[in-house]
């Protein structure tokens, strides 16, 4: 298993459009959340799945943001109608358990510009 | 809320020294978790240490150490004998008991000079 992976690296799109990402978290990891990361700032919580069952959202989260773990292995995480202040990086991180009681590992993040 | 606090945007520290990275947190809980995480450029985000909230001794991993001091709310990380790959964001974390989402702080950049 070569960590958690994330797709696309990068991703430039224009206002108004919608946009997917991919998270392939370690297998048999139950946890998986999203975080968003802007510059000079530290990571934001999104949301976060136990297996299938999306379990918080953030008041981040707006209506256009819905993420999803079908089958409780890989996630995706949609925006729709993207604004220039979706510009940030998207990361991706699954644990095995809870993360005060194991380790949670992240992938490299996909970094989203709306221009 | 809780909130997690670095006060110190940028360090940096020479080869082989020493170098301590601040962190203060405000909560009203009484049980959580505390974590230093780094944040190489261009690469994932790694646990660099842990510690439990009830636990009095502060914890170490290898060059890695913290002071903990609750009553102060303050946690801060020693990086001992600097390392040029130490060079990275450090982001202090916090988790309540009761949750399962980790609250960052802005992060501290540390450049290790040679």
């Given at each position: 298993d070569t960590g958690v992976s994330q797709n696309p690296r990068h991703k430039i799109t224009k206002r108004g459009q919608n946009v997917t990402f991919r998270c392939d978290p370690i297998s048999e990891h139950n946890r998986l959340y999203w975080y968003r990361q802007t510059l000079g700032q530290g990571p934001e919580f999104l949301t976060y799945f136990q297996n299938e069952a999306q379990l918080e959202k953030s008041?981040?989260?707006?209506?256009?943001f819905s993420a999803e773990r079908p089958k409780g292995s890989f996630s995706t995480l949609e925006i729709q109608r993207?604004?220039?202040?979706?510009?940030a990086m998207y990361l991706c991180a699954s644990s095995p358990g809870p993360v005060r009681d194991t380790e949670a590992f992240f992938g490299q993040g996909t970094r989203l510009t709306v221009v | 809320a809780q909130t997690v606090t670095q006060s110190q945007p940028e360090m940096s520290v020479q080869e082989a020294e020493t170098v301590t990275l601040s962190c203060t947190y405000d909560t009203s809980e009484s049980d959580y978790y505390l974590f230093w995480y780094k944040q190489p450029p261009s690469r994932q985000m790694i646990l660099v240490i842990r510690q439990e909230a009830y636990k009095q001794q502060n914890a170490t991993e290898n060059r890695f150490s913290v002071n903990f001091q609750k009553a102060a709310k303050s946690f801060s990380l020693k990086i001992s004998?600097?390392?040029?790959?130490?060079?990275a964001m450090y982001f202090c974390a916090y988790v309540a008991i009761k949750d399962d989402k980790i609250i960052f702080g802005k992060g501290t950049r540390l450049h290790i000079l040679p």
């Open positions: 008041r981040l989260l707006s209506d256009r993207t604004e220039q202040g979706d510009s | 004998d600097s390392q040029l790959g130490d060079a």
